[in-house]
């Protein structure tokens, strides 16, 4: 089975759940398991999250969401326009975050990295990010 979809909405908070509930419905032909479900949820609020508030810093912008399932392998990709990782590397340790004034945990690669079974993050500082997740089903 292959499958695709393309969801486009604006940088804005009340917009995460949304995109929460589009991967749900998304993966549900994988007959995930509750585990799975909420390891795809978790790890896309994640995601949305780091656009929203680190790449536009709460600014107008637009968070381009991809789902792909191939062979029961799901590739989820979450891009932004924003103004971009300058330090990937220092950005992915655990406990590090941009904005410790917005009492940030510091936790959101983290947290993809353990749900997902593969994050990688391409970054240029001013032009904005992608983060590419699969997980095997």
């Known amino acids: 089975m292959k499958n695709y979809l393309k969801a486009e909405f604006d940088a804005k908070g009340i917009n995460e759940g949304l995109?929460?509930?589009i991967a749900s419905g998304f993966i549900m032909p994988l007959d995930p398991t509750i585990e799975q479900m909420a390891d795809v949820k978790t790890?896309?609020?994640e995601a949305v999250t780091n656009s929203i508030i680190h790449g536009y810093e709460n600014r107008n912008g637009?968070?381009?969401l991809e789902f792909e399932?191939?062979?029961r392998l799901l590739t989820i990709?979450?891009?932004d326009r924003g103004i971009g990782i300058s330090d990937i590397a220092q950005a992915r340790q655990p406990l590090y975050t941009s904005k410790p004034e917005c009492d940030r945990s510091?936790?959101?690669f983290t947290v993809m990295e353990s749900f997902m079974?593969?994050?990688h993050i391409i970054?240029?500082?001013g032009d904005g990010t992608t983060v590419i997740m699969t997980k095997q089903f």
Do not use: N, P, T, Y
């Open 106 to 108: 510091g936790m959101g």
């Open 117 to 119: 079974d593969s994050l």
């Open 19 to 21: 995109a929460r509930i």
């Open 62 to 64: 637009r968070v381009v």
């Open 69 to 71: 399932i191939e062979e």
């Open 123 to 125: 970054s240029e500082h």
């Open 77 to 79: 990709k979450v891009h």
């Open 43 to 45: 790890a896309v609020s």
